[in-house]
């Protein structure tokens, strides 16, 4: 008599078995990934690596990819330069008030255009979104600020770019999916008014749009550089990225010394740039894994309804 | 008990007339005034800073004198787009602009999607998520010290290509001096920072895709390759299609940061685009109704082709923005 086969193993003959032709292309797929893994990150390596190195080291073309003769040389270097500790000081004034003032902003006008019952919105989001379509120029837009009186200024880095648009799209789906109407009218017949409501109840179950939009505004800010060019003359002022270009792009360093001393400078300087970048990208970097969820959550209420 | 009675249904209905648009308003106006108050600074906003400068943008027809300021400079007509459009260096600006703009779109716009497709394929999730953590590193790293870091890898003696390419056997190149090589570092650099961030997207989008598909086509026997194209593709093809839109229609408005960065006395023939050059003859030669004329010349483009790539699009499939 025949044994009857249990469910609990699949005989060999049954298993889904992958045709020689799909291994391969698996294969190939992950050795294309790696590459592109390896392509991504070893430019990042590279430059840390360079960063800790020595300055000779670096000079003479040593470093390939682990650091040779650590020395903090660099870093040092960073440190003690006060234009750099004044961009940097500066650049996290911006983010933060930036992020702040820009938040707030797109909160203001994201949750009123959710509303169905709140009459213009429509006319509201086109009013917005044709911002997207055309702009005045960079002279025009230049003009105004200087109208106003802004130029040179903090306040000119922290309005003329404060709200995104595309920020205020997503919010606005966001707060469209996930406050359901009924919780305003039970709010509402309590005698909740909107304002109280939007303060008490939509913005603590806001947290993952919060935590989006300021992420997106906070990092627009440290790395934006154009306003500054354009709008700030004193150096006090200058975020730090406006700082690092006249480092590491125009090369503004040196003063006059002797040859050997000038050797060595030319190396400290060389090294400085790499430890520069690793310093200025520090903080993005590292609060960047744990922030990748949410950007990545952004983008995805974003591109659902965009 | 006192009799209620019924109004018949088509009378009670709604008709939009424009004495219930004003019925509709004022209810709301009542209702939400404190939305209404809340929503005066961003209109502020945008009223002062974008819809401002394009009144100021008038400029253009205006020879500006700072005494007198915009509304004060006499008229001259079309003088400064007919200085626009004999100036011999315009078409070369056009050309630049445009060329450096379809490069950038023809590099860019594939390889996320490809990048997506593969990882999708990955059963390994911890593989997948390393891989997008990395790639997706780079996007944070701000223009200026990419642009310095394409500067320290690509430098004539010392940068790391250059030091590979010897050890090869090959010469040095200066690739930032050279016009010819300028467009391919940008864009290829281009490639290298934004790659991850865009892939995330057409992640989600086959994320969406219905598994019961998936298991269709394994019934019918499809390998891997014919899954990806006949399952994969279509379910990104709305978002990779919305992309494409707002990348052709963008093309004329090519950013001014990194290629001002990357811009040196020898590679202006090719470095030289719209935006640099607005700022350059705007702000740093303060010649501000030209510069205007030129800028209003570029956002006007712009709005005819996001319009026209709109248009094409919703009559060739179903999507479109709007």
Same mark, same amino acid.
């Given at each position: 008599m025949a044994v009857i086969q249990t469910t609990g193993s699949i005989s060999p003959r049954r298993k889904i078995r992958e045709s020689a032709g799909d291994r391969v292309f698996l294969s190939i797929t992950y050795i294309l990934l790696s590459l592109i893994l390896v392509a991504v990150l070893y430019p990042l390596i590279y430059i840390v690596s360079s960063s800790i190195s020595s300055p000779q080291a670096v000079a003479s073309g040593k470093v390939w990819l682990w650091p040779v003769d650590i020395s903090f040389a660099g870093y040092k270097t960073v440190f003690s330069n006060d234009q750099i500790l004044v961009g940097y000081g500066n650049s996290l004034f911006y983010t933060c008030c930036g992020a702040l003032i820009s938040v707030i902003l797109t909160v203001a006008i994201a949750y009123p255009l959710s509303k169905k019952t709140f009459f213009g919105r429509n006319v509201l989001m086109m009013f917005i979104t044709f911002t997207f379509l055309f702009s005045g120029g960079l002279i025009p837009t230049y003009l105004v600020v200087k109208g106003l009186h802004l130029i040179d200024t903090r306040w000119a880095l922290l309005l003329p770019n404060a709200i995104f648009v595309f920020q205020v799209i997503i919010a606005r789906t966001f707060f469209k999916a996930s406050i359901p109407e009924e919780l305003n009218d039970a709010a509402e017949i309590d005698g909740c008014s909107d304002i109280r409501f939007l303060l008490s109840v939509v913005i603590p179950l806001s947290k993952p749009i919060l935590a989006v939009l300021t992420l997106v505004y906070a990092v627009a800010q440290w790395n934006a550089f154009f306003d500054a060019l354009i709008y700030l003359k004193s150096q006090h002022l200058y975020p730090l990225q406006l700082t690092l270009r006249s480092i590491l792009i125009q090369n503004f360093s040196g003063g006059n010394m002797d040859a050997s001393e000038q050797v060595k400078r030319q190396e400290l300087a060389y090294l400085m740039k790499y430890s520069l970048i690793v310093v200025a990208s520090l903080p993005v970097l590292i609060l960047y894994p744990f922030i990748q969820r949410y950007f990545v959550q952004g983008m995805l209420i974003g591109s659902i309804k965009g | 008990m006192k009799a209620v009675s019924v109004q018949p249904q088509t009378e009670t209905r709604e008709r939009s007339t424009s004495k219930n648009y004003w019925k509709e308003a004022k209810k709301s106006l009542r209702k939400h005034w404190q939305l209404y108050l809340l929503v005066i600074p961003p209109v502020l906003f945008f009223i002062l800073f974008k819809y401002l400068p394009m009144a100021n943008a008038v400029l253009a027809f205006k020879n500006y004198q700072v005494t007198k300021g915009i509304w004060g400079s006499p008229w001259v007509g079309t003088k400064y787009f007919d200085m626009l459009f004999n100036n011999p260096q315009f078409w070369t600006l056009i050309k630049n602009t445009l060329f450096l703009s379809l490069y950038q779109l023809a590099a860019t716009f594939p390889i996320p999607i490809i990048l997506a497709l593969l990882l999708n394929e990955v059963r390994s999730l911890r593989f997948k998520k390393a891989v997008q953590l990395i790639t997706y590193a780079p996007f944070?790293?701000?223009?200026?010290?990419?642009? $310095?870091?394409?500067?320290?890898?690509?430098?004539?003696?010392?940068?790391?290509?250059?030091?590979?390419?010897?050890?090869?056997?090959?010469?040095?190149?200066? =690739?930032? *001096?050279?016009? %010819?090589? =300028?467009?391919?570092?940008?864009?290829?650099?281009?490639?290298?920072? %934004?790659? *991850?961030? $865009?892939?995330?997207?057409?992640?989600?989008?086959?994320?969406? &895709?219905?598994? !019961?598909?998936?298991?269709?086509?394994?019934?019918?026997?499809? !390998?891997?390759?014919?899954?990806?194209?006949?399952?994969?593709?279509? *379910?990104?093809?709305?978002?990779?299609?919305?992309?494409?839109?707002? $990348?052709?229609? /963008?093309?004329? $408005?090519? *950013?001014?940061?990194? &290629?001002?960065?990357?811009?040196?006395?020898? +590679?202006?023939?090719?470095?030289?685009?719209?935006?640099?050059?607005?700022?350059?003859?705007?702000?740093?030669?303060? /010649?501000? !109704? =030209?510069?205007?004329?030129?800028?209003? =010349?570029? !956002?006007?483009? /712009?709005?005819?082709?996001?319009?026209? &790539? +709109?248009?094409?699009?919703?009559?060739?499939?179903? +999507?479109?923005?709007?």
């Amino acid at each position: 008599m025949a044994v009857i086969q249990t469910t609990g193993s699949i005989s060999p003959r049954r298993k889904i078995r992958e045709s020689a032709g799909d291994r391969v292309f698996l294969s190939i797929t992950y050795i294309l990934l790696s590459l592109i893994l390896v392509a991504v990150l070893y430019p990042l390596i590279y430059i840390v690596s360079s960063s800790i190195s020595s300055p000779q080291a670096v000079a003479s073309g040593k470093v390939w990819l682990w650091p040779v003769d650590i020395s903090f040389a660099g870093y040092k270097t960073v440190f003690s330069n006060d234009q750099i500790l004044v961009g940097y000081g500066n650049s996290l004034f911006y983010t933060c008030c930036g992020a702040l003032i820009s938040v707030i902003l797109t909160v203001a006008i994201a949750y009123p255009l959710s509303k169905k019952t709140f009459f213009g919105r429509n006319v509201l989001m086109m009013f917005i979104t044709f911002t997207f379509l055309f702009s005045g120029g960079l002279i025009p837009t230049y003009l105004v600020v200087k109208g106003l009186h802004l130029i040179d200024t903090r306040w000119a880095l922290l309005l003329p770019n404060a709200i995104f648009v595309f920020q205020v799209i997503i919010a606005r789906t966001f707060f469209k999916a996930s406050i359901p109407e009924e919780l305003n009218d039970a709010a509402e017949i309590d005698g909740c008014s909107d304002i109280r409501f939007l303060l008490s109840v939509v913005i603590p179950l806001s947290k993952p749009i919060l935590a989006v939009l300021t992420l997106v505004y906070a990092v627009a800010q440290w790395n934006a550089f154009f306003d500054a060019l354009i709008y700030l003359k004193s150096q006090h002022l200058y975020p730090l990225q406006l700082t690092l270009r006249s480092i590491l792009i125009q090369n503004f360093s040196g003063g006059n010394m002797d040859a050997s001393e000038q050797v060595k400078r030319q190396e400290l300087a060389y090294l400085m740039k790499y430890s520069l970048i690793v310093v200025a990208s520090l903080p993005v970097l590292i609060l960047y894994p744990f922030i990748q969820r949410y950007f990545v959550q952004g983008m995805l209420i974003g591109s659902i309804k965009g | 008990m006192k009799a209620v009675s019924v109004q018949p249904q088509t009378e009670t209905r709604e008709r939009s007339t424009s004495k219930n648009y004003w019925k509709e308003a004022k209810k709301s106006l009542r209702k939400h005034w404190q939305l209404y108050l809340l929503v005066i600074p961003p209109v502020l906003f945008f009223i002062l800073f974008k819809y401002l400068p394009m009144a100021n943008a008038v400029l253009a027809f205006k020879n500006y004198q700072v005494t007198k300021g915009i509304w004060g400079s006499p008229w001259v007509g079309t003088k400064y787009f007919d200085m626009l459009f004999n100036n011999p260096q315009f078409w070369t600006l056009i050309k630049n602009t445009l060329f450096l703009s379809l490069y950038q779109l023809a590099a860019t716009f594939p390889i996320p999607i490809i990048l997506a497709l593969l990882l999708n394929e990955v059963r390994s999730l911890r593989f997948k998520k390393a891989v997008q953590l990395i790639t997706y590193a780079p996007f944070f790293i701000s223009t200026v010290v990419m642009v $310095s870091i394409i500067m320290i890898f690509l430098a004539p003696r010392l940068g790391l290509l250059n030091v590979i390419l010897n050890a090869m056997g090959m010469e040095s190149t200066n =690739f930032l *001096g050279d016009p %010819t090589k =300028f467009r391919s570092v940008y864009v290829w650099s281009e490639v290298w920072q %934004t790659t *991850g961030y $865009s892939c995330v997207i057409y992640l989600a989008a086959l994320a969406g &895709v219905d598994p !019961s598909l998936y298991e269709a086509a394994k019934v019918d026997g499809a !390998s891997r390759l014919q899954k990806i194209i006949h399952v994969d593709i279509p *379910g990104i093809l709305p978002a990779a299609v919305i992309i494409l839109i707002l $990348s052709v229609g /963008n093309i004329m $408005s090519l *950013g001014f940061e990194k &290629v001002y960065l990357m811009q040196n006395p020898l +590679n202006l023939q090719s470095s030289e685009i719209i935006s640099t050059y607005v700022y350059k003859i705007g702000l740093l030669n303060a /010649n501000y !109704s =030209f510069a205007t004329a030129v800028g209003l =010349f570029n !956002s006007v483009i /712009n709005l005819i082709l996001l319009v026209a &790539v +709109n248009a094409v699009s919703r009559r060739i499939s179903e +999507n479109s923005l709007w």
